[in-house]
């Protein structure tokens, strides 16, 4: 089917900040759209998201210049091209752009096209966007993917009530029989959790991520002492039924060479001594994956970190390598992890992003399929982790719509696969 028209809206994201929508139809009257998120805590080296920076338009956040780049370059670009051909069109996204990182027609526009023509492609061919994705790249056989189930939340999604960014549970090999019920636990201990912050009087708003985010905590080891209480209170047990998956995004936390614990009255940390406290909460609570333990450009204490674990803890690359197959092979011949966190707009288009998670998985790695903080109801990333049978993904909290959209789309695959 050919491309007829491309165009674009600004809209929102979850944190009220604006955002692009993109909207493709064929010449067969299909219609389908891409809702583009958008990072909080982002990598140095993602593509460009690309702004207005007019202050007097949403303190300069506005986003029409992506949506001008839809409606006069990239319309006209691909009008009249097939739809079916994910991979041509993405090309012509990239060679329209000319730039490493997406600076001159912005990621943001470029993912959000790339994603309105891939969904709008399955709809006409009448496949689930999983299963087309799954012919894309080989997958005739889908699985559902572990869920990292986010209960609280500090550092800029959280504002900071603790250092580390994300606090999750996730499911153990045959804990559960079905996706339904791993996330039926999650969202019981994630009430429960709910409560016993009440009872102590702390906080029970939810950070940008929809997991609670308590000012009152005293420290990042009293995130885990609480969330262990909530999953035994719900009667489930910790190395039995969940382990902890934690984000530090060290990144945000490390300047000047030192590590600066904010909610532990601004602890400072050298990169060793930081690696050995990583390393104690590892040993002191069932944590099995370790996302971001470092500033993002110290590649040797990330080599150090995974080749001492050995394999007997997931360490996830987010800001490391965002999503770009270069930044991976290098992970790979460094060894510095053995996960790789996907995030589709931090590369800008759905072949890269395949590509990044094909290469993870030649590689041994197990990939995450992700969400960002700010984020639409567009639920394109689960049939994503179906599609490519990725065996991980993180969605945020059971908690606020636009975390929601992507569970409840896991809900109704898990039926159709049955």
């Known amino acids: 089917m050919k491309i007829s028209y491309v165009t674009a809206h600004e809209i929102l994201d979850s944190n009220g900040r604006p955002t692009i929508e993109v909207e493709v139809g064929l010449d067969d009257g299909t219609t389908a759209l ?34 001008e780049n839809v409606e006069t370059h990239i319309s006209q670009a691909l009008e009249g091209q097939d739809a079916n051909d994910q991979a041509a069109i993405d090309q012509i996204l990239l060679d329209l752009d000319g730039t490493d990182n997406k600076s001159r027609l912005g990621a943001n526009a470029m993912v959000g096209t790339s994603m309105a023509v891939c969904r709008a492609a399955a709809l006409s061919t009448k496949n689930p966007l999983y299963q087309y994705l799954g012919e894309i790249t080989g997958n005739q056989t889908f699985s559902m993917p572990a869920p990292m189930i986010l209960l609280m939340e500090g550092g800029k999604h959280g504002n900071w ?3 580390i960014q994300e606090f999750c549970v996730f499911p153990l090999t045959g804990a559960f029989a079905s996706f339904r019920e791993t996330l039926r636990a999650g969202a019981e201990i994630f009430h429960t959790l709910g409560q016993i912050l009440a009872n102590k009087n702390y906080d029970v708003g939810v950070g940008f991520e929809g997991a609670y985010a308590p000012k009152q905590l005293s420290s990042n080891a009293e995130a885990f002492d609480i969330i262990m209480s909530a999953v035994e209170q719900s009667g489930y047990t910790m190395g039995r039924h969940f382990v902890f998956a934690i984000d530090i995004a060290a990144s945000e936390f490390f300047h000047d060479g030192t590590y600066i614990l904010a909610s532990e009255d601004n602890k400072e940390m050298t990169p060793d001594a930081w690696e ?8 002191q609570y069932p944590i099995w994956s370790i996302e971001d333990p470092f500033d993002e450009q110290d590649w040797a204490h990330w080599s150090h970190f995974n080749q001492t674990l050995n394999n007997t803890k997931q360490v996830v690359g987010d800001d490391l390598v965002v999503t ?4 991976i ?11 790789t966190l996907i995030k589709l707009n931090q590369i800008g288009t759905v072949t890269e992003t395949l590509a990044a998670i094909t290469l993870s998985q030649k590689a041994g790695f197990n990939s995450v399929i992700s969400h960002r903080s700010g984020e639409t109801n567009d639920n394109f990333i689960a049939d994503l982790a179906v599609g490519t049978v990725a065996n991980q993904c993180k969605f945020g909290g059971p908690d606020r719509g636009e975390r929601l959209a992507k569970y409840n789309r896991l809900l109704r695959i898990e039926n159709e696969l049955r």
Request: net charge neutral; glycine share 8%; proline share 2%.
């Open 34 to 67: 891409g809702q583009v998120p958008s990072g909080a805590s982002t990598g140095s080296k993602e593509a460009i998201e690309l702004r207005d920076h007019d202050d007097k338009r949403y303190f300069g956040k506005g986003v029409l210049k992506a949506v």
């Open 161 to 163: 009530a603790t250092d």
């Open 276 to 283: 050995r406290q990583v390393l104690d909460w590892a040993n």
């Open 324 to 327: 770009n197959v270069a930044l």
């Open 329 to 339: 092979q290098q992970a790979i011949e460094q060894k510095a992890m053995n996960a």
